[in-house]
T-cell receptor, first 114, second 111 residues
């Protein structure tokens, strides 16, 4: 089946630095990828929809300058958390659509900002 | 609105059946999904059902959909300790091309 690889799985960074998270579709091309944030014991919150070759569509309340999304190819989307602060600590998950309404999720990235 | 709601917690004995319930508000939902999340991991698709179906069975999993009441359920037969996890239901709408998730139901299987 479809596989989505997300790296790193865990990262600790200092406050004020930037962190990049990669999401790759390994065996299919994904024109659309999605980035979610999940707080402890809560559901997934959609942050943005990443479209190959165009600007990402951000959900209301998500700072586009804070969470930079790049979807340079049909198999790779990246999320960069810029000038990270402790409140950005969270679990970030990407997903890719291999077909209409057929979503595959990455294994998630645990970000801790100290 | 685009609400999807689930009960927070379910405790079940090993070998019994588990039933996880979900309600949604948007009648334009075309697909409804059940995902499983284990601690520190991503989401694993368990099963999905088209909105024009009433039931779908896949091994130990049975999904029931009551479209009139906008109610979805997932039944896990012969629940095992490995089934302990958080289960999310989600609905998909073509307009918007995105999933809306429920809050998740934490299932605890006791030996």
């Amino acid at each position: 089946g479809a596989v989505v690889s997300q790296h790193p799985s865990r990262v600790i960074c200092k406050s004020g630095t930037s962190v990049k998270i990669e999401c790759r579709s390994l065996d299919f091309q994904a024109t659309t990828m999605f980035w979610y944030r999940q707080f402890p014991k809560q559901s997934l919150m959609l942050m943005a929809t990443s479209n190959e070759g165009s600007k990402a569509t951000y959900e209301q309340g998500v700072e586009k300058d804070k969470f930079l999304i790049n979807h340079a190819s049909l198999t790779l989307s990246t999320l960069t958390v810029t000038s990270a602060h402790p409140e950005d600590s969270s679990f970030y998950i990407c997903s890719a659509a291999s077909d209409v309404a057929d979503y595959t999720f990455g294994s998630g990235t645990r970000l801790t900002v100290v | 609105g685009e609400d999807v709601e689930q009960s927070l917690f379910l405790s079940v004995r090993e070998g019994d059946s588990s039933v996880i319930n979900c309600t949604y508000t948007d009648s334009s939902s075309t697909y409804l999904y059940w995902y499983k999340q284990e601690p520190g991991a991503g989401l694993q698709l368990l099963t999905y059902i088209f909105s024009n179906m009433d039931m779908k069975q896949d091994q130990r999993l049975t999904v029931l959909l009551n479209k009139k009441d906008k109610h979805l359920s997932l039944r896990i037969a012969d629940t095992q300790t490995g089934d302990s996890a958080i289960y999310f239901c989600a609905d998909y709408k073509a307009a918007g091309n995105k999933l809306t998730f429920g809050g998740g139901t934490r299932v605890l299987v006791k030996p």
